[in-house]
C-alpha cells in the first residue's frame, strides 16, 4: 500500500500545510461524485483516526481514510502549472477509465457486468 508525491507535489503540500495551524497532514480520498462514480478530495487532516492510514512522502504526511484505500493505492500526486492554472494531478492505477471532463473515474469494481 502506497500513495506517493512527486517533488513539486510535495513542495506545494508543504507550503499549504505551513499556512495551516494544527495541520496533521495532507488528507487524500475520494467521494462519489461527478458522470463516472468517484471524485477526489484534497484537503488538511487536522486529525488523523485510528482507521487512517498514514504515508510519509518527501516530508509530508499523506493520510487516507480506509474507505478511500482501495480506490487509491498505488497513486502518485504531482502539482503542475498550466498556464495560469496550478492543479493536483492523479496517477491512479485502480481508475480503469474517466469522465471527459476528468473530474471524475471509475475501477474495475464499478463496471457493470455486460
Known sequence: MSISLTPQAAARARQFLSDQPGAQGLRFGVKR??????????????????????FEADGVSVVVDAQSLPLVDGTRIDFVRQGLNQVFV????????????????????DAVPG
Open 90 to 109: 492523479f496517477e491512479n492505477p485502480n481508475a480503469q477509465a474517466a469522465c471527459g471532463c476528468g473530474e471524475s473515474f471509475t475501477t474495475e469494481a
Open 33 to 54: 461524485t461527478g458522470c463516472s462514480g468517484w471524485g477526489y478530495e484534497v484537503d488538511v487532516a487536522h486529525s488523523i483516526s485510528p482507521e487512517d492510514s498514514v
